[in-house]
């Protein structure tokens, strides 16, 4: 029973992954850059923010 239900789910996943819209390398390309700048530009602004609140916070602790 158990061994059915095994081999109709993997049919199931073969029929879904023909239906994929597979990325050509171009677009894997360009959107893995976009994710690397976005993840720059995020660590820059965390950084720069982290940096200026230490500032602000030493001025008044100290």
Request: proline content about 2%; hydrophobic content about 50%.
């Amino acid at each position: 029973m158990k061994t059915k239900k095994v081999k109709n789910f993997f049919q199931e996943v073969k029929t879904e992954m023909k239906k994929v819209n597979w990325p050509t390398k171009d677009e894997t390309i360009k959107y893995t850059m976009v994710v690397i700048f976005a993840t720059i530009a995020v660590a820059a602004y965390l950084g720069a923010l982290d940096a200026l609140l230490f500032r602000v916070l030493d001025t008044f602790v100290l």
